[in-house]
């Protein structure tokens, strides 16, 4: 069973348009940490951000914030004020205390054009 | 060089062929990662490396052979691979295997089997 799911395929925006990423996990665990990684078109995956399942508190870097909340089991991402450089896939992850693999959800692609 | 690098960044290879990716951490990891990345599908996990040792091989087929001489170098050995095999792989590094390790990746080797 898929354990994180982005429902949203694909999203398109124009550029200064606030843009959210949807996520939302499952697991049995207690102990969790989640994450989002942005994977341009050169293909390499950079990570974003890491949260661990004690910590509700939203955070903010700059044009990006995420907002975690346990009791829906989502950690979506919000762009302000897209721009063009954001175009990318962007990849939502669960790693949980019982293995090894990050589990990724299928991506969210987001275009943003001029 | 920096971070993590793979090599070849593009590879076709027919299903008679034997080939080999490489990995290269420059990050002082100790647990280095293969990721299969396809078409309309979630990242999926291949091997986990930790301190040299297999930690982690996910039902993958016999014609990938990993290997990992040391912590920063990780090879995928191909033979006699399939037409589905085509795929983006993702080589990853981390800290350590834990659950709260951000994997850190590399570029990828885009692999087309004729």
């Known amino acids: 069973a898929q354990k994180v799911t982005q429902a949203q395929t694909e999203i398109s925006v124009v550029e200064k348009e606030d843009v959210t990423l949807d996520c939302v996990y499952e697991t049995r665990d207690t102990t969790y940490y989640l994450f989002w990684y942005k994977q341009p078109p050169s293909g390499e995956l950079v990570f974003l951000i890491r949260?661990?399942?004690?910590?509700?508190q939203n955070e903010i870097s700059g044009r990006y914030s995420w907002n975690f909340q346990k009791s829906t089991s989502s950690f979506n991402f919000t762009i302000t004020a897209s721009q063009v450089v954001d175009s990318a896939v962007y990849f939502c992850a669960l790693s949980e205390d019982s293995g090894y693999a990050l589990n990724f959800g299928k991506g969210t692609s987001l275009l943003v054009t001029p | 060089e920096t971070g993590v690098t793979q090599t070849p960044r593009h590879l076709v290879m027919g299903m008679t062929n034997k080939k080999s990716l490489k990995c290269e951490q420059h990050l002082g990891h100790n647990a280095m990662y293969w990721y299969k990345q396809s078409a309309k599908k979630p990242l999926e996990l291949m091997f986990v490396y930790s301190l040299e040792e297999r930690v982690e091989n996910n039902s993958v087929p016999s014609r990938f052979s990993p290997e990992c001489p040391n912590s920063s170098h990780l090879f995928l050995h191909l033979h006699t691979l399939q037409p589905e095999d085509s795929a983006l792989y993702l080589c990853?590094?981390?800290?350590?295997?834990?659950?709260?390790?951000?994997?850190?990746f590399g570029p990828g080797t885009r692999l087309t089997v004729l």
């Open positions: 990853a590094s981390s800290t350590g295997t834990g659950v709260y390790n951000e994997q850190f």
């Open positions: 949260r661990n399942s004690f910590d509700e």
